[in-house]
């Protein structure tokens, strides 16, 4: 007897997820694979001007130069990664070429680039008008344009792309789209983008393309993405760690806040901090937790399609 079919489902980080998830959704429903819609959903989130932590509408490192990370997976065995992209807009794209089509897991700059362009991917510009505004006003006097609020960690405006806000001269933007997608065979996919930190140390490369620090699928159990301060999801490879909690037994909230707890326990948090997880499980659970407050996951499935308050929120400030 054939297995039960899976409902499609999809979960994204923050709730400008839901415009990828629009794109990829319907042939997803209509029973296309897991990984052809994170593909579809990152795409989508990495072409949006609007949103200024991904992509085109993401900003510049220090010198004014736009690089973008990304990263796919399906198991341990299958996986991609790229760094350091400077030449070509869809890092996720590239990411599944790596894993698809040659034995490594991480290509990085020039190289990166370079497969790229073997792969036929088009060149773009990936500084935006909007972003090179940003950077040359934050090169006169630390500011940044059009600033939401006056607080220092992202907070999830939802409808628009729009997370960030700088404070005391301190500019506190980071983070990342990061996707999961189980289709309707039952196959888990996982993919994460980003723009980076903006205006951060040439070279700099945080937790988003790195394989069980921003994304992690197991198959069998669940795939787990980050976003928030990489660096933080980096001390303790934030979305293995919550996968293998679970794989060994703990409940997907439980899981999630283990890896909460141990951010807590290692560093020192200032206000500007925030790590976020969402999962989906291998039977189509969909979970989100919050270090802090501001927080929204994506979650499309049965074709309904909404933004989440977490499942549970650490630190109340």
Not at 52 to 80: F, I, K
Not at 184 to 208: E, I, M, N, Y
Request: some cysteine; charged content about 20%.
């Amino acid at each position: 007897m054939p297995p039960a079919p899976h409902s499609p489902t999809l979960v994204s980080t923050w709730s400008f997820g839901l415009r990828g998830h629009r794109l990829a959704w319907d042939d997803l429903a209509a029973g296309g694979t897991s990984l052809d819609a994170i593909e579809a959903a990152c795409c989508a989130i990495e072409a949006d001007e609007e949103i200024d932590s991904v992509g085109y509408g993401g900003l510049p490192d220090a010198e004014g130069v736009m690089t973008l990370d990304g990263c796919v997976m399906t198991s341990a065995s299958n996986c991609g990664s790229v760094c350091c992209i400077r030449r070509h807009l869809h890092p996720v794209r590239i990411a599944r070429g790596v894993m698809e089509r040659t034995s490594h897991v991480m290509l990085v700059g020039e190289g990166a680039d370079s497969f790229a362009d073997e792969l036929g991917e088009p060149t773009a510009e990936l500084l935006s008008p909007a972003a090179r505004a940003a950077w040359e006003q934050w090169k006169r006097d630390g500011t940044i344009p059009d600033q939401i609020g006056d607080g220092v960690r992202p907070v999830d405006q939802e409808g628009s792309g729009r997370l960030f806000s700088a404070g005391e001269g301190d500019w506190k933007h980071h983070d990342t789209i990061g996707t999961l997608a189980l289709d309707a065979q039952g196959r888990l996919a996982g993919g994460c983008s980003t723009s980076g930190a903006p205006f951060k140390l040439p070279g700099r490369v945080g937790d988003s393309p790195i394989i069980g620090h921003g994304l992690y699928v197991d198959p069998e159990v669940a795939g787990v993405a980050a976003t928030g301060s990489g660096e933080l999801v980096m001390g303790c490879c934030g979305s293995f760690l919550a996968v293998e909690a679970m794989r060994r037994g703990a409940q997907p909230v439980a899981a999630l806040l283990e890896v909460l707890e141990r951010i807590r326990s290692t560093h020192e948090l200032d206000a500007g901090h925030q790590v976020c997880l969402v999962a989906l499980t291998a039977g189509g659970g969909c979970f989100s937790v919050a270090l802090r407050p501001g927080f929204k996951a994506s979650v499309s499935c049965s074709g309904v399609h909404e933004a989440r308050e977490p499942d549970a929120i650490l630190l109340e400030s």
